[in-house]
C-alpha cells in the first residue's frame, strides 16, 4: 500500500519519532511511505516525497518536525480536500498517517469521509486530546517548564520574590499541573482549577510575614494578563512578583525517552491497523496500552479533569 504521512498544527518533540516509525514498520510489511510537507499545506500543494529506512536516520533525537508543518486555512475549503484527495489518489496514495491535535484530527475526519483510509496519532505539547492518556510531546514539554522553574526558584530565592511562569496548553492545565507539581509551585492556576486572587494574594501576605524568600504561581496561557497580574500581587501582598511568559521554548527540544517511545509505539501501530484494514480511528494511550478510537468519539470532546488535581491540594 502507498500510505501518506503528515505533521500537522503546532510541532511537539517526538514527532519525528512517530514519522521515523510510520517509515520503519510500513517500509518493513512493504508498503511505501510518502512524507507530506508542512502538514495540509503539503496536501494542498500535492508536495510530498518517498521515505525510505535511510532517509529517517537520525531523526529520532531531533526536536521539531523534519516535515515540517502548518494551520492551513486553505485546507478548511471542501473543494481543496476534494482535489487534495484527487491528487493522492492519482499517486496512488490510499492511506494517511496525521499527526497533530484537534484541528488535524478535524482535517482527517474530512479526508475520510471523502474516502481516505485515515489514522491519527496525537501530537501535541498541550496533553488535550480525548482518548489517549498522553499525547506526543507532553513529557518533553513538561521537563522544559520544569527546568525553567527551577531556575526562577533560584532568582526568586535571590531577590525574595514571587514569580509567575505562564505555560502553553490553550485550554487544557495538564503542563501547568504536570510541571508545576515536579517544580513544587505553591500554586497552580488553570482553565480546570480557576483563579482565587484573594486566597492567593492571603498567602502571599502569610509567606512574607513568616519570612519565606519565594513562591511560585505557574498558570495556563490565556487566563490572564501575567506581568498585570504580577504588579497586582506586589501591591496587594507586598510580595514582590515577577512574571516570566515561556512561550515557545515550550514547543522545542529534543524529546525525552518517554516521547521517543510514545511516538515510536504510535507509528508502528497505526501501521498495524492499517495491515488489518483498519482506519477512521486515532491512535490512544490508556494504562500504558495501545487503544484506537473512532474520530467521532474524540474530536471536541473534553478530557476528564486530572486526578493529580487532588494531590495539588495535599503537597502544594
Ligand atoms: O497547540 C500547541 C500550542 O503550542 C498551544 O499550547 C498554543 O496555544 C498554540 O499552540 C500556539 O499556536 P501558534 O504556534 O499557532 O502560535
Given amino acids: 500500500m502507498k500510505i501518506g504521512v503528515l505533521t500537522s498544527g503546532g510541532d511537539a518533540p517526538g514527532m519525528n519519532a512517530a514519522v521515523r516509525a510510520v517509515v520503519r514498520a510500513g517500509t518493513l510489511y512493504g508498503h511505501e511511505i510518502y512524507g507530506i510537507k508542512d502538514g495540509y499545506a503539503g496536501l494542498v500543494n500535492n508536495n510530498m516525497e518517498l521515505l525510505t529506512h535511510e532517509s529517517v536516520s537520525g531523526m529520532l533525537s531531533k526536536g521539531g518536525t523534519f516535515l515540517g508543518t ?11 480536500q476534494q482535489k487534495a484527495v484527487e491528487d493522492l489518489k492519482q499517486r496512488g496514495i490510499e492511506a494517511l498517517v496525521v499527526i497533530g491535535g484537534d484541528g488535524t484530527y478535524r482535517g482527517a475526519m474530512e479526508l475520510a469521509k471523502l474516502g481516505m483510509k485515515v489514522i491519527g496519532l496525537p501530537g501535541t505539547i498541550d496533553n488535550d486530546i480525548a482518548g489517549t492518556d498522553f499525547t506526543i510531546g507532553f513529557h518533553t514539554a513538561v521537563e522544559t517548564i520544569v527546568d525553567a522553574i527551577d531556575k526562577l526558584r533560584d532568582t526568586s530565592t535571590s531577590h525574595a520574590r514571587c514569580s509567575i511562569v505562564e505555560v502553553m496548553g490553550r485550554h487544557c492545565g495538564d503542563l501547568a499541573l504536570f510541571a508545576g507539581i515536579c517544580g513544587g509551585a505553591e500554586f497552580i492556576v488553570t482553565p480546570e482549577s480557576p483563579l482565587n486572587k484573594e486566597k492567593i494574594i492571603n498567602r502571599l501576605k502569610d509567606h512574607k510575614k513568616n519570612g519565606r524568600r519565594h513562591a511560585i504561581i505557574v498558570i495556563t496561557e490565556r487566563l490572564l494578563d501575567a506581568h498585570q497580574f504580577a504588579e497586582e500581587i506586589t501591591e496587594q501582598s507586598g510580595f514582590a512578583t515577577r512574571a516570566t511568559v515561556l ?70
Fill in 70 to 80: 502548518s494551520r492551513s486555512e486553505e485546507f478548511k475549503k471542501t473543494e481543496v
Fill in 247 to 316: 512561550g515557545y521554548i515550550q514547543r522545542g527540544g529534543s524529546p525525552c525517552p518517554e516521547d521517543r517511545i510514545l511516538g515510536s509505539r504510535m507509528g508502528t501501530y497505526a501501521i498495524e491497523l492499517l495491515n488489518d484494514e483498519i482506519y477512521g480511528v486515532c491512535v490512544g494511550v490508556r494504562d500504558g496500552r495501545m487503544v484506537h478510537i473512532p474520530f467521532s468519539n474524540v474530536v471536541g470532546q473534553k478530557r476528564p479533569k486530572n486526578e493529580l488535581y487532588n494531590l495539588v491540594k495535599k503537597v502544594s
